[in-house]
């Protein structure tokens, strides 16, 4: 029996389910197939036309783009769901995404007692007393000193100790902001952590405790990782 093209009702109901129920597939075949960067791809992506020889997924805000994805064989009637999730499954591979999504916020024993570890220090810092600073820390007021006489400022007690808070902290925060725009972002994607509270407790963690936090959510989700591949093997 010859097999049947996509019928336009069978087109309709495959643009209607995939636009409302599957808008981030649509995102990834976009990115994988079409290389498209994530930002654009995740644009309100829309298949518009989805027929036997290819389908066109139109994506963008201001200005609306349009990628035609050739089906290579054709897609026959009967096959799109088999077929659009063989799609997904490669493109999420290749884009290095996981199918397990973590959605909760748990820092675990390790990762906790550093982050709060940290923030004592930094707090103990930040209100520490002016004079006793800098007799802890002394290394640093003589490289202060020859940068304030070279702008011409007095070296004074706070001055001195505020600049040394500031060498002392600055550095170390700014390195885990840069961890959260970076290492923890890549684990959100990978990881499909969409929650807003969830997102912003674990970038909290971070500013606060570094690559613990950021290393904790890849653990997790290596771990369930792990267990459903032990499952499926198990099947």
Not at 81 to 110: P, T, W
Not at 131 to 147: A, G, H, N, T
Not at 181 to 201: I, N
Request: proline share 5%; glycine share 6%.
């Amino acid at each position: 029996m010859a097999q049947q093209s996509v019928s336009a009702v069978e087109s309709t109901r495959i643009c209607s389910h995939m636009n409302k129920e599957h808008g981030p597939s649509l995102s990834h075949y976009l990115e994988y197939f079409g290389k498209v960067e994530p930002k654009l791809a995740a644009q309100s992506p829309q298949i518009t036309n989805f027929a036997t020889p290819s389908m066109v997924i139109e994506y963008g805000k201001e200005e609306r783009k349009e990628f035609t994805y050739k089906f290579n064989p054709p897609m026959y009637a009967g096959q799109a769901r088999k077929r659009l999730e063989e799609m997904h499954q490669e493109a999420r591979k290749g884009l290095g995404l996981s199918e397990i999504v973590i959605n909760r916020f748990d820092l675990g024993v390790y990762a906790t007692t550093l982050t709060v570890g940290l923030l004592i220090i930094q707090l103990f810092f930040a209100v520490a007393p002016n004079d006793w600073v800098l007799r802890i820390v002394p290394w640093i007021s003589p490289f202060l000193k020859l940068v304030l006489a070279a702008a011409g400022v007095e070296p004074t007690t706070d001055i001195l100790a505020f600049g040394t808070k500031t060498v002392l902290l600055l550095p170390l925060v700014s390195a885990h902001v840069a961890e959260v725009f970076t290492s923890l972002e890549a684990q959100f994607r990978r990881f499909s952590t969409t929650d807003r509270k969830v997102r912003l407790y674990w970038a909290a963690a971070t500013v606060v405790g570094g690559f613990p936090v950021w290393q904790r959510l890849r653990d997790l989700g290596e771990t369930e990782e792990a267990e459903l591949e032990k499952k499926a093997k198990g099947q």
